[in-house]
């Protein structure tokens, strides 16, 4: 089966920086997305990598390996705005979406 | 401004009643997409249309139906709700459907209770 593994929950202290991983075992591979969802919101667009490496843009960066199967989204200075959860979903053979549960992250002051 | 706007933002109805949950864009997206959010669980796929006249069946299409019989139009049916169908609906577009377009925009959601 198809499966997204993210940890539940984290806490992290503003201005710190946290890395939220995700795992994942998808028919096909077609790229890794990863959203941000404040609470009551829809989610938003962050970051996509299709091929091994890092990806920044501005604070926050994602890292993929293809073959292990991994992602991270780093969070750098966090800011209280940060506090929200973080979605990771991977594009399959086909091209659907499937989504991890999410990570909720909170940030302390 | 553009995007996806969906109406009711929440609704409680009682079971067995029907209900069409709305969703408009005004992006041209190509393709469109209905997903439920629960509690603890990622976000399921419910139908999507991966353009104007065609639709699919996703994760979890039991107990609900949808048309695009145009670009801009997705709206989704619920037939005679039932309590699980209680949750949040997010109704999303992306431009198309290969991984690189794969972008999805998303409405802000319809809370739906069912009693």
């Known amino acids: 089966g198809q499966n997204i593994d993210q940890p539940t929950e984290m806490t992290a202290t503003e201005g710190a920086i946290v890395q939220i991983n995700c795992t994942y075992q998808t028919s096909g591979f077609n790229g890794l997305f990863w959203y941000q969802q404040h609470a009551g919101e829809a989610p938003t667009f962050l970051s996509y990598?299709?091929l091994d490496g890092l990806e920044e843009k501005g604070r926050f960066s994602s890292f993929l390996s293809r073959s292990k199967g991994y992602s991270y989204l780093l969070l750098k200075e966090l800011q209280m705005k940060d506090s929200a959860s973080y979605l990771c979903?991977?594009?399959?053979?086909?091209?659907?979406?499937?989504w991890g549960a999410g990570t909720k992250l909170i940030i302390k002051p | 401004i553009a995007g996806i706007t969906q109406a009711p933002t929440s609704q409680i109805l009682a079971a067995g009643r029907r209900m069409t949950l709305r969703c408009t864009q005004d992006m041209r997206h190509n393709a469109m997409y209905w997903y439920r959010q629960d509690l603890g669980l990622g976000l399921r796929l419910i139908h999507y249309?991966?353009?104007?006249?065609?639709?699919g069946k996703g994760e979890v299409p039991d107990g609900y139906s949808v048309s695009r019989a145009n670009t801009d139009d997705f709206p989704l049916t619920l037939a005679s709700a039932v309590p699980s169908q209680t949750s949040v609906y997010f109704c999303?577009?992306?431009?198309?459907?290969?991984?690189?377009?794969?972008?999805?925009?998303f409405g802000a959601g319809s809370r739906l209770t069912v009693l």
């Open positions: 999303a577009s992306s431009p198309g459907t290969s991984s690189g377009a794969n972008v999805l925009t």
């Open positions: 990598n299709v």
């Open positions: 249309s991966n353009t104007a006249g065609t639709t």
């Open positions: 979903a991977v594009s399959d053979s086909n091209y659907q979406l499937i």
